[in-house]
């Protein structure tokens, strides 16, 4: 279950990633809101880094695993 929580984590990080970029991308943010949402933004661009390097972590060890399989059984 933490799994699939881990990865709906990352997509809501994501999207609201993507929100904050928008609303920054508009003219008409005040400064103080800009800088309050520049660091929201800066949290999840690292929340969705950490979750993208166990992924990419986890899947290296896959395919590890199937490379010694594969030798194994030839």
């Known amino acids: 279950m933490a799994k699939k929580k881990n990865i709906s984590n990352f997509e ?3 999207s609201r990633l993507e929100e904050i970029s928008r609303m920054l991308e508009e003219d ?3 400064l103080e809101k800009a800088i309050s ?3 929201e933004g800066v949290k999840l661009s690292k929340s969705c ?3 993208l390097r166990e992924a ?3 899947i ?4 590890g695993e199937l490379e010694e399989f ?3 059984v030839e």
Do not use: I, P
């Open 12 to 14: 809501k990080d994501l």
């Open 28 to 30: 008409n943010v005040e």
């Open 37 to 39: 949402l520049f660091e």
């Open 49 to 51: 880094m950490k979750s």
């Open 56 to 58: 990419e972590l986890k």
């Open 60 to 63: 290296t060890k896959l395919k």
């Open 70 to 72: 594969l030798r194994e």
